[in-house]
């Protein structure tokens, strides 16, 4: 069976209207990434997670040592590992997707700021932290982590308590006579 040559034309959205062939079409401007610059003096990337009422304040910075750890911070000089800190283990993989995704767990020190909400919403909190950390410090780890879903919010939150009735949604039973 003989190829049969298609021509398309894309159609400029710019002001002026005029369409050139597929093969014509500009090329996209390849830029330089410039290495990770620490987004503050201390040589830190920060990022901010919310879930529910859970927020997570991330801090990471490449390993020293060549052995990255995910640390708790509970106070100012007491910290717990995230094994310590979560008991159940879908809250531990919650924590390290970001890093697992972007193949960089073992090689930055994160540590985390953790408060309100329950363990399930601090670890989503702390995966969304994680996440923008990681784009901040490599901008080339978007697209995989926004693919996963690991750069969106989840905006659910529990609906509030309405005046005369038992509950959000429930309600007294109804009595016709």
Known sequence: MAEQGFQTTITNPGLTGESVKADEAPAPIARELPDPKPADKHGWWWGTGR?????????IRPAKEGNGSV??????????????????????NDVYAPLKLTDTDGKLDVFIRAHGGGYMGQAQAIRLGIARALVGYDPSFEPALRDAAFLTRDDR???????????????FQFSKR
């Not at 879930?51 to 801090?59: D, E, L, N, Y």
């Not at 000089?77 to 310590?84: A, G, L």
């Not at 939150?157 to 309600?171: D, F, I, L, T, W």
């Open 51 to 59: 879930r529910k009422t859970a927020v997570a304040r991330v801090r």
């Open 157 to 171: 939150e529990v609906e509030r308590k309405k005046y005369g009735q038992p509950g959000a949604r429930k309600r």
């Open 71 to 92: 640390q708790v911070q509970l106070t100012r000089k007491k910290f717990k590992s995230i094994d310590e800190y979560f008991s159940e283990p879908r809250d531990r």
